[in-house]
């Protein structure tokens, strides 16, 4: 049974840090390249990190330098280390397959403000 679980979201201060996971389910995420994404109130859902089969990684300009996505092989897990998180940062994540989409997941609200 394919399953995306993401956590870890929450309230935080500009300049704060998040860590969110992505607990996967029914595929090895390992096999595929994998990405987190967004989704801000009224906008469109945007890629914003993603981590291939051979650990490379690619980020959006915005968050270069700022946030770090990781995978543990083991865990069947992906994180996003989240810092000097910026209220434009506030938008549901979800994690998913870059390709070949499966369903989403419930995601997990980040709310940065002061």
């Known amino acids: 049974h394919v399953q995306l679980m993401e956590s870890g979201g929450g309230f935080v201060q500009p300049g704060g840090s998040l860590r969110l996971s992505c607990a996967v389910s029914?595929?090895?995420?390992?096999?595929?390249?994998m990405g987190w994404y967004r989704q801000a109130p009224g906008e469109q859902r945007e890629l914003v990190a993603r981590?291939?089969?051979?650990?490379?990684?690619n980020y959006l300009d915005f968050v270069k330098g700022r946030f770090t996505i990781a995978r543990d092989n083991a865990r069947n897990t992906m994180y996003l280390q989240m810092n000097s998180l910026k209220p434009e940062d506030t938008a549901v994540y979800y994690c998913?397959?870059?390709?070949?989409?499966?369903?989403w997941g419930q995601g997990t609200q980040v709310t940065v403000s002061s």
């Open positions: 998913n397959r870059v390709t070949a989409l499966v369903t």
């Open positions: 029914g595929f090895a995420a390992v096999q595929y390249t």
């Open positions: 981590i291939m089969p051979d650990d490379t990684t």
